[in-house]
């Protein structure tokens, strides 16, 4: 799910070609720019590389922690929602003066219900769903991605598929042991998707989640995905912070009397009597006061 507020995409830089038809003030789409990678690899093989872990906390979760909004990852002038629109709807105009780039309408053969739907920009009818939703990135390893990586990830062309609203919000954060779509025929290509980007992403898998996969590959095992490159998590990890107490050097007090006060910025520390003796200053079982004791 994890769709961002619907914003205008910026202009395309190049100019749009003189000989394109306009139609009742809109423009006819060009092929979309945001064409999906061929698969080629064995999405079986590809999810058995996976590692296998429990969710981790949601703690810390917040969409901002992938990005403000919509970008432009491949920087053609417009950002990765109207890229998907075109990309994945038919019939496609733009609005007037945004130069082929923003979609004014469209129609969308649904592959989660397989329902065909009619596409108008302001309207409530089709989501950009984020194939593994950002939440589930998160408690899968998506917390060790740096911001720009989680950003990345947010507006990954491979992660992004036009669909219906209402089977989008109905997925949610979901994974596949708890969510696959409803047209049974595009599975398979779903849950090739979510290995792909959870190996791109350096993301694990639940023993749930896994076991659902095979499932769904078992009715079609020569299912292909996309062969990606894992990239190396570059977030921050926390470093423990050591306290000045464990690692300042002890003090040995020279010349203390057994059995006298001693200060608390002492505690702990020896001392050497005039007898020649060690003791330290501490507190007793009886005594709460700090003394030199053996």
């Known amino acids: 799910m994890n769709t961002f507020t619907n914003r205008l995409g910026r202009p395309l830089a190049a100019i749009v070609t003189a000989g394109a038809l306009l139609l009742g003030g809109f423009s006819a789409a060009t092929p979309a720019e945001a064409a999906s990678p061929k698969a080629t690899t064995s999405a079986s093989s590809v999810l058995n590389t996976l590692p296998v872990k429990g969710k981790a906390a949601k703690t810390g979760y917040a969409r901002a922690k992938f990005g403000n909004g919509w970008k432009d990852p491949d920087r053609n002038g417009c950002d990765a929602r109207n890229d998907i629109l075109k ?17 004014a309408s469209g129609t969308l053969k649904d592959p989660y219900t397989g329902k065909t739907i009619r596409h108008v920009r302001g309207g409530n009818k089709v989501d950009i769903d984020h194939v593994v939703a950002l939440g589930q990135a998160w408690v899968s390893g998506a917390q060790k991605l740096s911001i720009a990586q989680r950003t990345a990830f947010a507006n990954d062309p491979l992660n992004l598929r036009a669909v219906d609203a209402s089977a989008n919000r109905a997925k949610g954060d979901r994974e596949a042991s708890a969510w696959l779509p409803k047209n049974k025929a595009f599975r398979c290509s779903y849950v090739a998707t979510q290995i792909a980007v959870k190996k791109k992403y350096a993301l694990s898998v639940t023993s749930a989640e896994k076991a659902a996969m095979k499932r769904v590959l078992a009715s079609c095992p020569s299912q292909k995905t996309v062969k990606v490159t894992a990239i190396k998590p570059a977030g921050k990890a926390a470093t423990p912070k050591t306290s000045a107490k464990s690692t300042a050097p002890a003090k040995t007090v020279k010349g203390v009397h057994p059995g006298a006060f001693c200060a608390a910025a002492v505690k702990g520390h020896k001392g050497i009597g005039t007898n020649g003796k060690t003791y330290i200053c501490k507190a007793s079982s009886t005594e709460n006061r700090l003394r030199w004791r053996v």
């Open 87 to 103: 990309r994945d709807l038919t019939k496609d105009r733009f609005k007037p003066g945004t130069r082929n780039c923003v979609i």
